[in-house]
């Protein structure tokens, strides 16, 4: 399985910004899927997660209500909408997926794709 994350960029506090990540290869091994950020200097942690129908998702304190999970299954592809941007959502944010659930949540994920940047400026 192979993830690639996009949309990354600078956006100003208070902003929007629309994360992707396409997955190709065996798609059952992608049957849930969460993304994970990576600020400077500090470790990876846990955003948000969803199941393979989208009817479950499940989002870390700091993002909730701010960030939506959600993904088109058809298109092999999960997105993060975020908004209300704040700079302490600067990182690089990492798209991973796995057969389990708790396994993604705890950051033992199966598979990982590369990070994709996003940088909130005040």
């Known amino acids: 399985v192979q993830l690639q994350a996009s949309g990354g960029g600078l956006v100003q506090v208070g902003g929007s910004l629309r994360l992707s990540c396409a997955a190709s290869?065996?798609?059952?091994?992608?049957?849930?899927m969460g993304w994970f950020r990576q600020a400077p200097g500090k470790e990876r942690e846990f955003v948000a997660v969803?199941?393979?129908?989208?009817?479950?998702?499940f989002y870390a304190d700091s993002v909730k209500g701010r960030f939506t999970i959600s993904r088109d299954n058809a298109k092999n592809t999960m997105y993060l909408q975020m908004t209300s941007l704040k700079p302490e959502d600067t990182a690089v944010y990492y798209c991973?997926?796995?057969?389990?659930?708790?396994?993604?949540?705890?950051?033992?994920?199966?598979?990982w794709g590369q990070g994709t940047l996003v940088t909130v400026s005040s």
């Open positions: 969803i199941n393979w129908s989208g009817s479950s998702t």
């Open positions: 290869g065996r798609t059952l091994s992608y049957i849930v």
């Open positions: 991973a997926t796995g057969r389990k659930w708790d396994n993604i949540v705890s950051g033992s994920s199966d598979y």
